[in-house]
């Protein structure tokens, strides 16, 4: 079984990090309407789920 190190963990943070970002800024551009369609709650549920991912991230960072 091979270890992941601190410096792959690391990279695959800031890449998730880097894509919640540009998720987070679809999102504000696209929430300016009243109305939320079903695109924006995808959107809105795939931040959500980059968010967790890096929570765990996290956790498994502190463990090695």
């Known amino acids: 079984m091979q270890i992941i190190s ?23 551009k696209s929430t300016s309407s009243n109305e939320i369609d079903g695109s924006q709650r995808n959107l809105l549920e795939t931040e959500r789920h980059l968010r967790g991912a890096l929570r765990e991230l996290e956790h498994l960072s502190k463990d090695l």
């Open 6 to 28: 601190k410096a792959e963990l690391s990279s695959l943070k800031t890449q998730l990090q880097s894509l919640l970002d540009s998720l987070i800024e679809i999102n504000d």
